[in-house]
């Protein structure tokens, strides 16, 4: 079982940069596909970026591709989310979130793929 939690969030201008982290607990975090959603005022949760437990190139939704660098450090027990050219559409609070099951990497772009999340973290930018 993992524990997630997430840091790094607050308030940007837009245009500015931000890393939010989502520390992880648990032996097993290297055998887990990790997610970031987020979820803006008034909207439903959306699928921002995941990164499989095999490695290889993270994926990413098309309104960050660019902007978004998604990393893991198993060693660490830590996932990263670097953002950059920040926006105000990007506003919203972001989710860290393990994949139901470890070692399975075929399915990761739906909350239902992922059985753990952390608390989440506001990011706000501002125009």
């Known amino acids: 079982q993992v524990q997630l939690v997430e840091s790094g969030g607050g308030l940007v201008q837009a245009g500015g940069s931000l890393r939010v982290s989502c520390a992880a607990s648990g032996r097993t975090f290297s055998t887990y596909t990790m997610g970031w959603f987020r979820q803006a005022p008034g909207k439903e949760r959306e699928f921002v970026a995941a990164?499989?437990?095999?490695?290889?190139?993270?994926y990413y939704t098309d309104s960050v591709k660019g902007r978004f660098t998604n990393s893991r450090d198993n060693a660490k027990n830590t996932v990263y989310l670097q953002m950059n050219s920040l926006k105000p559409a990007d506003t919203a609070v972001y989710y860290c979130?393990?994949?139901?099951?470890?070692?399975?990497?075929?399915?990761?772009?739906?909350?239902?793929?992922?059985?753990?999340w952390g608390q989440g973290t506001q990011v706000t930018v501002s125009s």
């Open positions: 979130a393990a994949h139901r099951y470890p070692g399975y990497s075929a399915s990761y772009v739906q909350e239902n793929d992922y059985g753990t």
């Open positions: 990164i499989r437990w095999t490695g290889g190139s993270p």
